[in-house]
């Protein structure tokens, strides 16, 4: 059995991460925005996929070097 290196362990699990990922149920939406766009996207998404009909949530947010946002936001595909 080949060993495998520490990276290449990771990229495993991740590459396996995100299969299960894309077969949760969710759409995923990310942006890459300035603070205060990126505050209007948001309400705006929550606006159009409430949280109690789409279970609509902020999956990621975070700040880039540059300032801007990036974060992804998820709702249920199967309540379109």
Not at 7 to 14: I, K
Request: glycine residues 2%.
């Amino acid at each position: 059995m080949q060993s495998k290196t520490p990276r290449e362990l990771a990229e495993r699990m991740a590459e396996r991460r995100e299969r299960r990922r894309l077969d949760d149920g969710f759409i995923r939406q990310t942006f890459i925005q300035p603070r205060t766009e990126a505050r209007e996207t948001a309400r705006a998404f929550f606006d159009r996929y409430p949280k109690e009909a789409y279970m609509s949530e902020v999956e990621s947010w975070h700040e880039l070097p540059d300032g801007e946002i990036e974060f992804t936001m998820k709702r249920l595909r199967s309540a379109d």
